[in-house]
């Protein structure tokens, strides 16, 4: 698990310099503090570089990349794991190859000069992100692991294209242009990004599941973007009645998911276990346990609220286990405490804290000696744990049920929810046009986001506002899904499906994933999200992923055995930090990060929002009039106006090429 960069210049005798490549590695040192490795390639124009986290072969020397073919054709960097490597190589080997390292890497190479990518992507599975030359193409690929858990961004300049693991490594390169769009801006308020794109003009990120290839010909570069992989749900008519078999979808889904942890637990380093109080967590550490033969470090995150601490139920499961448990509780101050130096490494803004605290953690599992964890993040998606996803079950995906029946298990959602209401659930409902016309229904888990538009757009300075008078933020995310795979699906399939596609990629991977946990050098491996499983998954039922009032119904059914029966029984808790207005302590940590970022004068430099409506929202927070399903909201809101602000003091008011000189001069990073 590493850091990836590099440079395509159009023009082929253009070597790109070394030093800026070094520069661009040393800026994310924090996602590979173990070493750093770059290769230009003579009279092509193109440069890699590398930071490395040594998870699998320790040897620095051997396993440094980026990597040159035998033949000098091709140049690699790779971020993240290939899981089933060894069989893969043993094959290769058996075929004629020869490997240089133990890296899971290099299978990159060998399955691409014998197949081409298209055969070769087919074989990878995990997470990952590469960037791969073929100097007898003249051509390069930007590949994307299929769900995004590894970020990669891209951005064309004057003399080509860069890429890289984060936008600050793009920021590196003198070239790179930094400054907001005005979308994108809107996009960083209202938390939901139009997919495939950035809060900064003209950067954007390789979609999931996506390969851009970039073609240099006559010194001009063209680039094109295609799909290998995608959220492929059966059409609505082919799933079995209701007279299916559940049980050979309880097995199937414990099998493909004991196959998925036993990949992942793969390393040449020891390997532990995050810890909620979710049936996800619990199921990754409970068969994490019994398929390993010593004691699993648990990780887990206490809050200082009983409302939303889970750490009784974890400690029941680390307890049943047999788990060696490290607790970090966090009090209100330790969340804002951290929050500029937590949106340095998320890139983007973030609605609740649990980002930070994610940060935290990783820190302490790193404190500890810790480089790789298995986590739960995907199963919500696969197994419809989201309030959200029920919602729109009750609303759209239940015909054949008494309208009474349908509202009084809503009313019990909506009850059982209420905390998360004004952020995890709309204050009420919200309809977007563009996609009622595109899959028949807004999602119910996009809703509290859009909804934010008529709060979000006031706050935008009005030389920015003034272009987005017209701006539809619904149809710019509608446009990019792919209709080809919401027609004719299950609405509770396509609700899936648009979550997938926008809040897992955008949020929960980024602020609540890769970025947080490598800001301290430490790799997650979500196992749900192994794409065999996933496939799996995808094959079952509506009614036996949401059966009755009752949410992952076969995957709880699948872990039955090894589930505290308080979790067991338990309806879904979504995991998030306290937001402000539950604590005076923590509001007052907000208002202190306001002095400095939202002061008068702080707004006026950006130029990013209008101060009058700042100082309105505000006031509107600390009143009592206000309900608390708004307070969430608008607890959200200031998060995102600090976070605008705080992006724009690291990566626009910051000399950010000037920085990562200096980083790589610290830590004698040297061309």
């Known amino acids: 698990m590493c850091g990836i960069a590099g440079i395509f210049n159009r023009d082929a005798n253009q070597t790109p ?46 396993a440094r990349q980026p990597f040159v073919s035998d033949n000098g054709q091709l140049l690699l960097a790779h971020n993240g794991e290939f899981y089933d490597f060894k069989r893969i190589r043993a094959d290769l080997t058996a075929q004629g190859a020869r490997f240089r390292s133990k890296s899971d890497s ?46 990669l961004y891209y951005t064309e300049t004057a003399d080509g294209v860069v890429f890289g693991s984060e936008l600050k490594v793009l920021f590196a ?69 209701d007279e299916v078999d559940e049980q050979q979808y309880i097995e199937g889904v414990r099998k493909h998911l004991l ?22 967590s619990c199921a990754i550490l409970g068969l ?10 648990a990780f887990t995150i206490g809050f200082d609220s009983d409302d939303y601490d889970e750490t009784p139920i974890a400690q029941e499961m680390a307890e049943a286990t047999g788990a060696d448990h490290h607790i970090m509780r966090l009090k209100a101050d330790d969340l804002y405490d951290h929050f500029v130096k937590t949106i340095w490494h998320t890139e983007r803004t973030i609605y609740n804290t649990l980002g930070v605290a994610k940060y935290l953690m990783s820190q302490q599992v790193n404190e500890v000696g810790y480089k790789v964890v298995l986590t739960g993040e995907g ?23 008494p309208d009474s029946e349908r509202k009084a298990w809503q009313e019990l959602l909506e009850k059982n929810n209420k905390l998360f209401k004004g952020a995890m659930l709309a204050r009420e409902e919200f309809v977007s046009p563009a996609f009622n016309a595109k899959m028949g229904f807004t999602p119910s888990c996009v809703q509290p986001w859009l909804s934010c538009g008529d709060v979000a757009l006031p706050l935008i300075a009005s030389e920015r506002r003034a272009g987005l008078e017209d701006y539809d933020a619904g149809k710019a995310i509608a446009e990019t899904l792919d209709e080809t795979m919401l027609k004719g699906r299950h609405p509770l399939d396509r609700a899936q ?80 930090a306290p937001p402000a207005h539950t ?50 909201q608008l607890d959200a809101v200031i998060n995102h106006m600090l976070g605008v602000q705080i992006l724009h003091h690291h990566f626009v008011k910051t000399d950010v090429p000037a920085l990562a000189q200096q980083r790589a001069n610290e830590l004698g990073w040297c061309a």
């Open 173 to 241: 390169h003198p070239s790179v242009k930094r400054e907001f769009s005005s979308e994108g801006l809107y996009h960083q308020l209202i938390q939901v990004m139009v997919p495939g794109t950035t809060a900064f003009a003209g950067v954007k990120q390789v979609a999931p599941g996506h390969v851009v290839k970039v073609t240099r010909k006559n010194g001009k570069l063209t680039l094109s973007e295609s799909k290998y992989w995608d959220v492929n749900f059966p059409l609505e008519h082919e799933y079995p009645g």
């Open 583 to 632: 604590d005076p302590k923590k509001w007052q940590a907000v208002l202190k990060l306001a002095e400095q970022f939202l002061s008068e004068d702080a707004v006026k430099e950006a130029g990013l929002l209008d101060f009058n409506e700042v100082q309105r929202t505000f006031a509107r927070h600390e009143s009592d009039e206000v309900p608390i399903d708004e307070k969430v």
């Open 379 to 401: 199963s919500d998606e696969l197994f419809a744990g989201y309030p959200a996803f029920r919602k729109d079950m009750f609303l759209h995906g239940l015909d054949h049920l």
């Open 17 to 62: 310099d070394a030093q800026t490549l070094v520069n661009m590695a040393a800026i994310m040192h924090h996602r590979g503090p173990d070493g750093f490795g770059y290769q230009t390639l003579d009279n092509t124009g193109v440069g890699f570089s590398h930071a490395r986290l040594s998870i699998i072969d320790l040897n620095e020397d051997r």
């Open 106 to 151: 290099e299978i990159v190479l060998h399955l691409y000069e014998r197949e081409g990518l298209d055969e070769t992507l087919k074989h990878l599975r995990g997470e990952f992100a590469f960037g791969l030359y073929d100097r007898h193409e003249d051509a390069m690929y930007l590949v994307r692991d299929r769900f995004g858990i590894k970020p």
């Open 259 to 280: 196959e998925a942890v036993q990949h992942r637990l793969t390393a040449d380093v020891p390997v532990g276990c995050y810890l909620s109080g979710g049936i996800d």
């Open 288 to 297: 994490s346990a019994a398929a390993t033969q010593t004691s699993v470090k």
């Open 497 to 576: 499906y648009v979550w997938i596609k926008t809040m897992l990629e955008g949020q929960i991977l980024t602020w609540g994933g890769d970025r947080v946990d490598m800001a301290n050098s430490m790799e997650a491996r979500p196992a749900f999200l192994d794409h065999h499983l996933a496939e799996y998954a995808f094959t079952v039922p509506p009614h036996l992923r949401i059966k009755g009032n009752k949410e992952k119904y076969v995957l709880r059914e699948a872990m039955k055995g090894l589930l505290p029966e308080t979790l067991y029984k338990r309806e879904k808790f979504a995991f998030m």
